[in-house]
């Protein structure tokens, strides 16, 4: 008779699975709480959430236009042109904030233009802020002559008045989308470049990195453990305010008639298209200044309030 043998039994090894993991329990935990402190901050904050409301409400407006539109933003009906908006006696609810001078819904027309300004916006601060940071590392890191060169170059650059190099460069470079962007781009990118570059300066003589470089940690290591992760709160919040600028410069380009092609709905082609017909047909432009302000308003507000939490020392009182 043989014996019976034992079932064997599943080794009790160490629990790998990501719940038993502490450091990512300790990462999720902190995020959680910075989360929770975060959105304590902005229900506290009256203007941080009317800016985020608005902010979203255009980027909503933006990545939905298609089903937004009540019609094509290109279609034409000249026997509509200049019709008035819904609420007047010859308006309609077909077209609600009316017709331009050729017939066009202006509120498909104003929706569509969300992309172009928000395109512009994005894109012109993610280049500008993406050079400024390599340019200003490097000059308030390595200091010298290469600080020097960099700094003379920039600080040149914003002697000039910023509108007369946006109008003369876009006036040679002609009308295109991406032209407007890298113009944008390029241009801003010497305000980053000192704004980053003031803020190593500062950093780099704080007391933490002092404490680095006395416990022998290399460069590399200042760099990017003590000094890049300090620099996103500032320049966030630069970025929030100049890309609500560069949405104001890209509607000042588009009424000189140097911004996207004129096929391309945008706010600044339409504040051009309508100002001859401020006097009989107001809402041809007044609308599109509208949007702009809204988005504005938004952008300012909300850049305000990451302003407050990002960087504690200008946090006002009572909040």
């Known amino acids: 008779m043989t014996s019976k043998q034992p079932t064997p039994q599943p080794s009790s090894g160490p629990d790998l699975s990501p719940s038993a993991d502490p450091l990512l329990d300790d990462t999720r935990g902190r995020f959680a709480r910075a989360a929770t402190y975060t959105a304590?901050?902005?229900?506290?904050?009256?203007?941080g959430m009317i800016g985020l409301t608005l902010f979203l409400i255009v980027v909503f407006s933006a990545v939905f236009a298609p089903y937004i539109a009540?019609?094509?933003?290109?279609?034409?009906?000249?026997?509509?042109?200049?019709?008035?908006?819904?609420?007047?006696?010859?308006?309609?609810?077909?077209?609600?904030?009316?017709?331009?001078?050729?017939?066009?819904?202006?509120?498909?027309?104003?929706?569509?233009?969300?992309?172009?300004?928000?395109?512009?916006?994005?894109?012109?601060?993610?280049?500008a802020m993406s050079i400024g940071l390599v340019l200003g590392l490097i000059a308030g890191f390595f200091g010298g002559r290469v600080d020097n060169v960099i700094m003379g170059g920039a600080n040149l650059f914003l002697a000039v008045p910023y509108l007369l190099i946006v109008v003369v460069v876009a006036a040679v470079v002609g009308r295109s989308l991406v032209n407007v962007v890298l113009i944008f781009g390029i241009t801003d990118a010497p305000l980053f470049v000192r704004i980053t570059r003031g803020e190593v300066l500062r950093i780099r003589n704080s007391g933490y990195v002092e404490s680095a470089v006395s416990i022998g940690a290399?460069?590399?290591?200042?760099?990017?453990?003590?000094?890049?992760?300090?620099?996103?709160?500032?320049?966030?919040?630069?970025?929030?305010?100049?890309?609500?600028?560069?949405?104001?410069?890209e509607a000042g380009l588009g009424f000189l008639g140097l911004s996207v092609p004129p096929n391309i709905p945008s706010w600044g082609n339409m504040l051009s298209a309508g100002r001859q017909y401020l006097a009989s047909t107001p809402w041809v432009a007044t609308y599109p200044g509208f949007a702009i302000i809204f988005t504005a308003l938004g952008m300012n507000l909300f850049g305000d309030w990451l302003r407050d939490v990002l960087d504690p020392r200008l946090r006002r009182k009572g909040r």
């Open 70 to 127: 009540m019609h094509h933003p290109l279609q034409q009906d000249l026997t509509r042109s200049r019709q008035p908006p819904a609420w007047h006696d010859a308006g309609s609810w077909e077209h609600p904030l009316g017709t331009d001078s050729l017939g066009r819904d202006m509120f498909s027309r104003i929706v569509y233009g969300t992309r172009v300004s928000l395109t512009v916006g994005f894109l012109g601060v993610t280049i």
């Open 218 to 249: 290399g460069k590399a290591r200042i760099l990017f453990d003590h000094i890049l992760p300090n620099l996103v709160g500032p320049l966030i919040t630069v970025a929030t305010f100049e890309m609500s600028a560069m949405i104001f410069y």
């Open 40 to 47: 304590k901050l902005l229900l506290r904050d009256k203007g």
